[in-house]
Structures are given as C-alpha cells and as structure tokens.
C-alpha cells in the first residue's frame, strides 16, 4: 500500500566508531568530506538542512534502528480507505553538528495539511499525527506525541531518529488524491539563540524609547490637530532612533529581513518530503472483522499511577485505558490473576445493571469483550449468584454475540485443563452458547 519514487542519491555513513564517525566535534557522517561547510560553528539559519542531516522515508513496518544507514529522499504515497489509519516513518541522520551543546543539533517538524483539489482537508493534530520515535534499551519502541504548537525533537551525534506520521481518514471523508508535504529544518538550540540576545543596555534603551513612544501616542481629550502633528513627529523621531540601535544592524545589511528564523527563512533551507493520500471510496465497517483481544494488568495501572483499587481514580484510568485502545482497532481487557494463573478477566469495570456498562458493551469499535468470572477469585455462593446474574442480564441484549470468557492463562497440565472443562460446563447451564477463550502455551513442555 506505500509507493515511493528516488529523487536523490546518498551515501553510506561510516559505522560507528569506524572512519572518524560517531563523535561531536564537526564529524562528518558520509558524504560531505571536502564540504565548504568547514569546521566553524554552523548557523542553521544560513544553510540549507539538506547540508546538515540526511532525511529519507520508512515504512511503518520497519524497526528504524540507532545505527540505520541513510537512504534516497522519496516521495511518500499511500492508499487508505476511509476509516483507515496509515502510517509511516520519517529517519533523520545528522551528517554534522549546528549546536554548541553536546547534541547534534535541534530539528523542526512541520507538516501541511493535506488537501484534493475539490477541497478535501485532512488536518494536522487532528487526522495527522506526529510522534517522536524513543529507543528503550536500544530498541526503537515509545511514539511520544510532537507538541504541534513545539514541533522540535533533538538529534544525536552519529544515531539516526525516526519521526513517526500517522493519518486518520474520518469516515466520512471525501475520496480523492490528497497532497501535502513535511517540512525539516534545522534550527539553532535555546542556548545558541539566547547567546544572540541584547545586553541589557541596549534592551534598557528599547524599553525607554519605546515608553517614550506610548507617553507621546496616549490618547487625550480635547487635543487639537496641532498639538496632534507635534505629538506624531516626536514619536516618529523617537521610533527612528530606535532603528539605527546596534540591534538593527543586521536588518539594514538585509533590506529588512534580519537574522531571524522566521517562517521565509525556514522555508527556504528546508528539506521537503512530498506526501500523497489516496482516499479510496468506501469505508471501512467501524466494528473490526478481526477480534484482536489486548490485556492490561489492573495491578500495573494501580501501581504505576499509585491507584487504590475501585476508587474514582481506579475507574477513570481504566476507562482511559479503554477509549485509548479502541482508536486503534484493539478490543481491551483488564486482567488479575488468582492462584497458578487462574486469571479474571473483564472488558468492563462495572456489572452489567450499571449504565456504563451498556455504553462500554454497545460501543461499536468493540469487536469482542471478556465476561468477569467472579468465581475464580471467590468461589462463594455470593459470587455465583452474581455471576449468574450477570450472563442473565448480558445475554438478551444484542452485543451478546461478543461475549467470551478467560479463565486460564497458559494452562500447563490435563489437570489445568480439565479444571477449564468443568468450568466451562458449569457456564454452559447459565447460556449454552457460551464462548471459551483458552490461549496455548508455546514454551518448554511441563506436561505431566
């Protein structure tokens, strides 16, 4: 579904450690030996991107590794039906150091809305997404969310950085061809930039020049026109020797355009990835035709947001953990394990008389949900009763078909089985269409 054309031809970086590659100061990562860039500090302000970090595109389906070689820039184009995500990965490489610090230099990530030529939109932080790619333990796996507002992400000496792009098709998106394009620029650190900043005699001067201006321009009652003119001619005096302070300098040598990373500026050191949506004309069904179960231990979210079990907090977690799982097509569970692994398992916190239950069971993005087996825990008659009672209520309600049951995770042994049959049976007196999921333990054998 991801077709991608050559437009550039790039070298192979050194390996690390090999050939002077992998260190801070002014290396060169592939390609650029002989560069006019030098060995001076780099004003990214003042260099094309493309002189200063190698950019390409890869398929979501790939681990992007820390040491992953540059490949061509290529055209990104996808196909996606509506209501479909696609998603795909944008490496970056520095070939050499812009910042003073001991990083590679910062980098900005802006992406263009992607419009049809009859007036489709897919917005940006809205249907597209970016999210920074974060190695743990070596391994490429975290997507923190790129704050659209800050889109900035940090590059490292000799380690390339993927940047993850995900689309959303709303359902009801128009069909079409949708074209857009990333933008990657590298821009100076917070350091290099407040090292550029006014001393403070000069900022004193702006600020009491300035005062000057809004004292003369204030608004009085019953000036006359002369007085107007006189008060006009002093502030513009006043505002004419703010721009021959040495601040300005650099605005006069350029007409105007100064030294800022303002927008023009980035534009034109850029490097561009071209980006092509093709939205088919149909829609995917909202309940997905794969029942793809996850779990989530209860025990983890409580002692990982410090939640004591059943308070308002407890609740609000699982239910965010729910909403999250559901965008991406994942029916969720929430899991504790009883003695061996016995194991209850519930889609939903609540029983089924509660109303949110209905509104977690009724969801349509739902394709399958777990039935809490209250017994495996406490084998009382209260919590029979219970458990009978919530099949009863669940089962004549139209998402029954839904419905299934974990009793065991991994079971080891005949005797683990035979325990999972006799449950099952019990269960079969509540509904005889009841289902039974028994997931198959693939390690070492331990049959006895």
């Known amino acids: 579904k991801r077709h991608i054309s050559k437009t ?47 950019v390409w595109s890869m398929p979501s389906t790939a681990n992007v590794s820390q040491q992953e070689a540059p490949r061509p820039l290529e055209h990104v184009n996808l196909l996606a039906a509506r209501n479909e995500r696609e998603s795909f990965q944008i490496a970056l490489r520095p070939k050499v150091s812009w910042a003073s610090s001991g990083i590679a230099g910062p980098v900005q990530i802006q992406c263009t809305d992607l419009c049809s030529s009859s007036g ?56 079409g061809l949708y074209e857009g394009e990333i933008c990657i620029t590298a821009v100076r650190t917070d350091s290099d930039s407040k090292a550029d900043s006014l001393p403070k005699s000069e900022r004193y001067q702006l600020y009491k020049e300035l005062k000057t201006c809004l004292d003369i321009t204030e608004s009085r009652d019953h000036s006359s026109s002369e007085e107007m003119i ?58 997905p035709s794969l029942p793809a179960v996850f779990g989530i231990s209860e025990t983890v979210i409580e002692d990982r947001f410090c939640l004591e079990h059943g308070t308002k907090g407890w609740y609000d977690a699982l239910d965010h953990h729910f909403r999250w799982l559901l965008q991406y097509r994942i029916s969720p569970f929430f899991c504790r394990w009883g003695d061996s692994m016995r194991i209850l398992a519930y889609t939903c916190p609540w029983p089924a008389d ?66 999972i049959r006799n449950i099952s049976n019990e269960l079969r007196t509540y509904t005889p269409d009841v289902r039974i999921l028994t997931t198959y333990y693939a390690g070492q054998s331990k049959w006895f």
């Open 8 to 54: 550039q031809e790039i070298s192979v970086p050194p390996v690390e450690g090999v050939a002077g590659g992998g260190t801070s100061y002014g290396w060169v990562d592939g390609g650029l030996q002989g560069s006019h860039l030098g060995s001076s500090v780099i004003d990214p302000t003042k260099v094309h991107s493309a002189d200063l970090l190698h």
């Open 120 to 175: 489709g939109r897919l917005v940006v932080g809205q249907s597209i997404t970016l999210r920074h790619v974060v190695p743990i333990l070596g391994v490429p796996d975290a997507l923190v969310p790129i704050d659209p507002s800050s889109p900035q992400i940090n590059l490292l000496p000799g380690e390339t950085t993927a940047v993850w792009v995900s689309l959303n098709v709303p359902c009801g998106q128009e069909p």
């Open 230 to 287: 006189l008060r006009l001619s002093s502030t513009s005096t006043t505002l004419r020797r703010m721009l021959v302070l040495p601040a300005f300098q650099d605005c006069h040598e350029n007409n105007g355009l100064g030294d800022m990373m303002d927008e023009d500026v980035m534009n034109n050191v850029a490097v561009r990835v071209k980006l092509s949506l093709t939205v088919w004309d149909f829609t995917l069904p909202l309940t």
């Open 354 to 419: 509660h109303p949110k239950a209905n509104e977690y069971y009724s969801d349509p993005r739902l394709a399958a949900y777990a039935v809490p087996y209250a017994p495996i825990l406490s084998c009382t008659d209260a919590a029979k009763n219970s458990l009978r009672r919530e099949v009863e209520i669940l089962k004549t309600e139209a998402h029954w078909s839904k419905a299934y049951f974990y009793l065991w995770d991994e079971p080891l042994n005949m005797e683990q089985y035979e325990v």
